[in-house]
Structure formats: C-alpha cells, structure tokens
C-alpha cells in the first residue's frame, strides 16, 4: 500500500469516526441563543489565540481555507471536549511545563488511538529558534504539514476544553514555514 492510500485511509477513517460522533450528539441550543445573521461583525483583525485559548496558532497553517472534516473536528473539541477525549484515550497532562503538557496529551493519543498512531510518530524535544521545543513527526509525508498542525491544535483545544490541560502562559505552533513537523513553544 503506498502513503498516499494510507493518507486517504487515515483521513477518511477520522472524518467518518468524527461525522458519526457528530451526529450521535445532537446540537441542543435553545432557540433563543441564536443570533440573526444580519448582528455577526465581520472579523477585521484576526485574534493571534483562538477564543479564550492560551494556544496561539498565528502564522502556524498559512492561508486558505480547511477541509470540512475540520469543521466537524472543532465542533467536537468545543461541543463533546470529553468525549473526544476519551476517543482519543487521553486522561490527564503531566509536566511541570506547558510544552511538556501539551506534549503528554499528544504522546497518549498517540499511544493510545489507532488513527493517531498511523499519522504521528510519538512528540520529542528539539531546539527550534534558540528555544526547548516539542515536534510532533508525521509517519508520512502525505499528511501535510497543515493538516498535521490543525489536528494537532484540535485535540490540545479539546483538551484544554475538558479541563485535562491547564496552561499557566501558553504555547505557540510555529509557523509551517519554519519546520518540518507541526512544533511548539513555550510563551
């Protein structure tokens, strides 16, 4: 089998397991929350942290758009953060660091969830920019390196929203330009 059908196996096989999640956890907000379309504001500067994240991503994917599967992805980490956790085989983070945390949660879904373990390679320290880092290696050239960082920011973000990693100043994704691998620093 070559990496490009074990990419599409691999992306594939997390869409379908991330829609039939999705669709096992039906969308339960009151009529009343919902905004009109006419009162959305129009985002004139991008945030460099995603909402109330300490996970700074600015710069880390580039431009463009993602695939939709992302969408649902970021639902889950949001909608079913424990859920998806407890997919994923995550229980809690270790470390007296927030890149040694973050690396923990990372380390157990890969050891943990078979998905992950055929998309990433286990994290290891680096030096990147004169700084202690955290790579995560990709086990194939055919997930990229912005695919590979969104999922990755994804379940640290669900992570963070289960409560399961508590950063004390944060961590940044470097930009995809400047690795080979999604990589993280400490703020």
Do not use: C, W
């Not at 594939?12 to 039906?26: F, N, R």
């Not at 942290?49 to 580039?62: L, M, N, P």
């Not at 992302?70 to 809690?92: H, P, Q, Y």
């Amino acid at each position: 089998m070559n990496h490009k059908t074990l990419n599409q196996k691999i992306l594939s096989a997390v869409h379908d397991l991330i829609v039939e999640q999705t669709e096992q956890k039906p969308d339960k907000k009151p009529e009343g929350d919902k905004k009109p379309e006419g009162d959305k504001k129009p985002d004139d500067k991008k945030s460099e942290k995603e909402g109330s994240s300490k996970i700074v991503t600015k710069g880390a994917y580039g431009s463009g758009g993602f695939k939709q599967m992302f969408s649902a992805t970021k639902s889950r980490a949001e909608a079913d953060a424990k859920g998806l956790m407890k997919d994923l085989g995550i229980r809690s983070s270790s470390g007296n660091s927030d890149i040694a945390k973050a690396e923990s949660i990372i380390a157990q879904a890969v050891k943990s969830n078979e998905i992950m373990s055929l998309a990433f390679a286990g994290p290891r320290q680096v030096k990147a920019k004169g700084k202690d880092a955290v790579m995560f290696g990709r086990k194939s050239s055919d997930l990229s390196i912005r695919d590979a960082t969104k999922y990755i920011y994804l379940t640290l973000l669900g992570a963070e929203n289960a409560g399961f990693l508590k950063f004390e100043k944060g961590i940044k994704f470097l930009s995809k330009n400047d690795v080979s691998s999604p990589t993280i620093i400490e703020l």
